[in-house]
C-alpha cells in the first residue's frame, strides 16, 4: 500500500493506542510511547512492523501513542491509520492475500 497523506487513527484514553501514518523516505520508521514499554514494547512494535508486512506497507513514518491497548485494538487502529493515508475508502479495502 502507498501511503500519500497523514493520517490519525485511535485516541488517548484508557486501553487504547493513538498512530499517525505518514508518508516515509523509503522504510519504515517507527516511534513508540507507551506507559507499559518496558514490559510490552517489544510486542507492540512486533505488531506493529508485522501489520505493515501484511499490508505490504514499504515505506512510512509511525508515531504510536499507547495507553494500554491490547493487540487486537493494535492491529485496528493501525489498519484504519494506513487505509485513510493511503486515501482508499472502506468498501475498496482488504488484506492482501
Known amino acids: 500500500m502507498n501511503i500519500i497523506k497523514s493520517s490519525v487513527a485511535g485516541t488517548m484514553e484508557s486501553s487504547d493506542i493513538m498512530i499517525t501514518v505518514e508518508p516515509g523516505s523509503g522504510s519504515i ?7 507499559v514499554e518496558k514490559q510490552f514494547g517489544r510486542q507492540i512494535r512486533s505488531i506493529i512492523m508485522k501489520t505493515l508486512s501484511e499490508l505490504q ?8 501513542v499507547d495507553k494500554g491497548a491490547m493487540d487486537c485494538t493494535i492491529q485496528a487502529r493501525l489498519k484504519t491509520a494506513v487505509q485513510r493515508a493511503a486515501g482508499e475508502s472502506a468498501g475498496d ?5
Do not use: T
Request: no cysteine; glycine share 0%; net charge positive.
Open 29 to 35: 520508521e517507527l516511534d513508540l510511547k507507551s506507559q
Open 93 to 97: 479495502w482488504r488484506l492482501p492475500k
Open 57 to 64: 506497507v514499504k515505506s512510512a513514518k509511525v508515531s504510536a
